[in-house]
């Protein structure tokens, strides 16, 4: 029994983790072929991308003489390239529109939500994951200054909870569908960043709101699943699992440290920069362009195109961009003359260029009504100014070659690499605006296998951690969740200095033990959304007697009509009588902590409940009631209620005073609270049920 | 003071990671020289070690003039070898046994209890730190079948504590002193390892009970910092943290899948095996050895070396024997010749009888009382394993090059690399030994940097983890506080069906909130050492109003006569009264859950505190109490309340009924039932105060 619910969990981890695979190959070869179609076409067969059309033709990466360019002139190439970039952004942007509006924007703050106890109806359905699917490689190709990661950790999520709906112990269990969601999350990132640990770590340190090992290994296993699959697919056919994975033969050298510090400090303002003006351009959009979504993608597609065309970093594909500022200069790094001392103030200007415009393209492209990621449009623009950077110490150095700073390095070697500062530059901008760092180390570290970069990697992360903290700056997904209104529990803790008495709901509808019928209940369900209803003794007097969640009702009155007569006026129970007492074997494992005995069984085992219980004219549901629900006095301050939310996990808690239940709280009931409390901005999401 | 708080957690965890990484490059130095001192001597200078006093010969590592064997005659240098191990084994278990017991074993086991909340006096005091450091050089040396790994660990959390007891926040609050022993731990197997995020990752992994993002953070600052001061001591003079970092150059194929599934199942196997009988050694150890630890660990040392030296593996230094068995043939790697097909049968005898040879000398060795780790013999048990299935494999490939099997080999090229069996041999068994998955994959990683590995890697540990899973093994770090009895609460949950009430301890001290003078509270103090006391009403019902630690009471007892005039006979007061309220500002922000408002603040705030509020001839507490502690109904299952000491880590949960508080329960309390639940052996800890 234990074995096979083990087996199966493996089995349900490993199987979402194939299929994000599988899906993330399938993304990457259209990506490749969209992007490509904007500069010219194959004639050995539309279908091949550039790489693919000229794959028998090694080296110099222009002579390939089936590839053909739309046209010879400039201009007419750029025309071409500016009208594709409109179609495919007008194509994703309606398909959105039209079909999925979920399948918008990166998808990383709502899971975090969703994984921490939030439920957003159809958010990680089957259309939002085809929907997604399809438009991310057009968004991608027309040039917008997204990235595909974050929306890759929503499709990746879809099909966890695609997959897993198909066993009945995770369908009916939400505890068990935040796990699979968080293994999903990791495998999301794990396809694209090429980086299963990186994945692994990224569940931990961004997504989960409860960290338990059997999670983190689930992550494992999914990961692995998701990267083994996309390795074997082998979509770019260079045996890397992403464009821009590069090796480093050089070592550092200590005196490296300031420019590092330069690396760091530039990563914590460019977050705090993009934050800040992000939510300003997200709080223009909400007001001004809610009803243009479509409008507004093609407007940022064509400006994107037009303008970037003229500059080389950006004119390509950000991925592909990244594979050039990263490379070292022997072998093959030499794109566009990067490499040339004649050419360095060029580039430099060309660089600097690129940092800026990228930014601001950033701030107003993010958040779009288009899938779209802030991860690789950080990182580039974090390389771009490493390389500037890079290019500036070097030209120090060819200068000034006796220095004493550059005292250590052997003359005849080249001392300063380029490359390695943009690799690390992208390593703080990503860390800036993410907030995320042993994740950022790990995920550098696998697309180099640098073991020498591990210590500079980390010292920037410090820096950059260091002014972040300095600044007060959130991570974008936080701020983005605040933005939104949504139920999320932060997890620094604040001081309210209320007691939970204050925030509590007091009119909650409940169910006395005894005395209802089948009909009261099912009129009960018809009237409200509500999600579990406390269960108080039928005398009158309040006292507090279980809790009963509405899956839970809903399933027996499914199910018991299969098993015993049920009418109408059918009486109801929720408390076991003598007759029930040697039932008492019934009980299974607590699942969780705010869940009943019976909850989230296996439909066969809960079947047999129903069976074994069942007395005629009677309808029992005490095996699905908890008698110990999670419940805390009037007079608890509020702080100590958001910790036992965050950390035990329950969807309510109960405030019972003298044995009486006097209200209920939700992390919604919190949330109004504190948002009330810093701004009297209401939240779009007040009036739903949770 | 945000940012100076902040400031000073970051300087602190800094700090203690530079002393780590200091010590761990003087243990390193050390070490070497005392384990060559075994073979021979250095005519240049005693104080060299073989490789420095031939560091001017680079190549061939047997013709070095200065370096001199002890004998020609083989008889001689092994009887010299054997001498040296004893009188190594006897100094470093002697100095154990006379200066500091708790310096004996790994204390792995220990810390995550000191860490999950258990006191052990003195287990992190500068005489277990200074022995423990001493002694490791010596019983590595001494060619015992253990490892530096755990006890570096201890080290390292002896340093942390150490430094941060310079500082009153952390010595005044045992909640951030967890987190600095945390980050402490994250730096020992950082160094130990030269893998900065394997460190990070073990601290989650293993040592944490709950996971914070403040907490991981410090790790990494802690793990760097010791990382960076190790890399720039460079104690190897190799610019390698540890002597079997490795590099691969080739792919792996996919027919090699079978030999991973083969490694991972001896990796579990492995780990079942020795926990097994390792758990029967320490038995017998108790009942038998207690009062021989000395002629143990010379017996033990003796027989090793009488034994090891006629085996090459065994002979020499376990990290040095992994450098061997990890290392590619080409480019130096053909030590003894190990890659000669002709010898390939001899050492393939050689191999699996320095398997078999130490796992029975780890059975009998780990736990004996010196300083000893396992994580490095098992590695090193591992490799011996997996380079004799490898080259088992490559003559399989010689035997038969065109069998469909090796289809995929290109017959130029080396197709299979013994090397790599045997760096994975060693994920597996330290994953089979510890259950880490995530961690051994990082670290592992972090000794090669080879990205193509990683895959393999984890799917070796999957099935690892699979057979350890279906034998039910339990890491051995946990099945050693098992058996010692200490007071952890595991991470898995089980059901006993039973209230809180069946546990809980009904005979406790309280305090009533008024009446007591100042010579009573000194009285109560002295005859008892409980950690905290319970405040009731004092008119006799026994409600419930607060909750106050031992360890405020002492400290405003002593403080408060620098402000007030105290004799014994002032009364002492709880509850703030009404002249109070307007001092409702003092409150502060708490820190942790089951901590009161003004508890762990600094000393200068604390003697403000104290001078607010002092009126004459009162001494009030009410500052310290904490008004709103954890409690819950005795009907609550004991399921729930162990996830409350789990997930909120108070060190005490009160039982209130109707208000009334009847009983009180700590981790050793549930710990105490849930022993006798299942066996009726008596744990030696029971009688302590916790």
Known sequence: MRVAEAGQSWFVA??????????????????????????????????????????????????????????????VRWIVYTIFASVFSFTAAHLVRSIAKYAA????????????????KGYLGFGTFFIKSMTLPLVIASGLSVGKEGPSVHVACCIGNLVASLFSRYSRSQGKMREILTASSAAGVAVAFGSPIGGVLFSIEEMSSIFSIKTMWRSFVCALMATATLSAMNPYRSGKLVLFQVTYDRDWHFFEIIVFVILGIFGGLYGAFVVKFNLQVAAFRRKYLGSFPVSEAVLLATITALVGWFNRFIRIDMTESMSILFRECQGGGDYDNICQTSEQWTMVNSLFLATVLRIGLVIISYGCKVPAGIFVPSMAIGATFGRMIGIMVKALYRAYPRSSMFAVCQMDVQCITPGTYAFLGAAAALSGIMRLTVTVVVIMFELTGALTYILPTMIVLLVTKAVGDFLGTNGIADEMIRFNGYPFLERDDESYNVPVSRVMKRDIRTLPASGLRVRDIEDR???????????????????????????????????????????????????????????????????????????????????????????????KFWPWVNRTPLTVAPQLPLEVVMQLFKRMGPRVILIEDHEVLSGLVTVKDVLRFTVTEQSPARSPWDEREF
């Open 14 to 75: 490993g199987l979402a983790g194939m299929c994000i695979g599988i899906n993330a190959a399938l993304i990457s070869i259209i990506t490749a072929w969209l992007s490509d179609l904007k500069m010219g076409y194959c004639s050995d067969g539309w279908w091949l991308n550039r790489q693919f059309c000229c794959w028998e033709i090694e080296g110099d990466s222009d002579g390939c003489d089936s590839w053909h360019p739309w046209s010879p002139a400039w201009a």
């Open 105 to 120: 924007g990166s998808g990383i703050s709502e899971i975090k939500c969703i994984i921490g106890g939030f439920t957003m």
């Open 525 to 619: 369900l018809a009237s409200t959304q509500i999600k579990g209803f406390p269960i108080v003794s039928a005398d009158g007097t309040g006292l507090l007697v279980g809790y009963i969640e509405r899956a839970d009702l809903r399933h027996i009155l499914d199910k018991a009509p299969h098993v015993q007569d049920i009418s109408p006026d059918t009486p109801c129970s929720f408390l076991p009588d003598e007759g029930d007492q040697n039932h008492a074997s019934l009980r299974v494992d607590i699942p969780g902590i705010a869940a009943g005995p019976a909850v989230g069984v296996d439909d066969d085992i809960s079947m047999e409940i129903i069976e074994t219980i069942a007395i005629p004219n009677v309808l």
